[in-house]
């Protein structure tokens, strides 16, 4: 049992990193497409951009090394789409300050490991209100043409994954209550993004 065990949390391990490396991928082609930012909510983007940036100090520090794997992943692409964002909505200096926030995102990992610790703990408010900021945005729109189903199916099955594979590895209380509130508000962002998807018009 311990041996299919170990080799299922190896397969999520694998499958989950491998669905990071393009994770945001679609939302960026979504928006590029699209031309448009329409349903999307730039606090929301920033929110869940410090989240992972803590997590990824977290995973640091802690020696886990897939989940660092996975978080400088989603930090390089997040600073990307931030960029993308930007770019559409006619902000100025987008590549400054999408340089400011990445110099910004990475500092937290030179900080003593009781203060990345006690920041673990807003990943979960943060990474909350970040989803429920997304979830408002696309309601008040009524218009997900630009955000992307398959970055956010991506999105809710990684946390899903995580959520076993770190009570398997570790049990650590802070990340399973994150992940397991993840999975909870992705579920629903997911569903807020098909229903509000436009439906194709009949030529």
């Known amino acids: 049992m311990s041996s299919l065990i170990d080799s299922l949390k190896h397969f999520c ?13 679609p939302q960026i082609i979504s928006i590029i497409k699209a031309k448009s930012t329409k349903g999307l ?17 977290h995973s640091v520090f802690s020696g886990y090394a897939l989940n660092s794997s996975e978080y400088t992943l989603l930090v390089m692409q997040g600073v990307v789409m931030l960029a993308v964002f930007l770019s559409f909505t006619g902000r100025l ?9 990445f110099a910004y995102s990475i500092a937290p990992v030179i900080l003593p490991h009781a203060i990345i610790t006690t920041l673990v703990g807003l990943t979960i408010p943060f990474g909350a209100s970040s989803k429920v900021m997304a979830l408002v945005t696309i309601l008040q729109s009524k218009n997900s043409a630009a955000i992307s189903v398959t970055s956010w199916i991506i999105s809710t099955c990684t ?23 993840s999975t909870f508000y992705n579920t629903y962002v997911l569903m807020a993004v098909i229903v509000c ?6 030529e």
Do not use: M, Q, W
């Open 13 to 25: 391990n694998l499958t989950t990193i491998g669905a990071c490396v393009f994770r945001k991928i």
């Open 41 to 57: 909510s730039l606090v929301s983007l920033l929110l869940v951009l410090t989240s992972y940036t803590i997590l990824l100090s």
């Open 93 to 101: 200096a987008v590549c400054l300050s999408a340089a400011f926030y």
């Open 159 to 181: 946390t899903l994954t995580h959520h076993f594979t770190i009570y398997l590895e570790s049990a650590d209380p802070a990340l399973l209550l994150n992940f397991g509130t």
């Open 197 to 202: 998807k436009p439906k194709a018009k009949k």
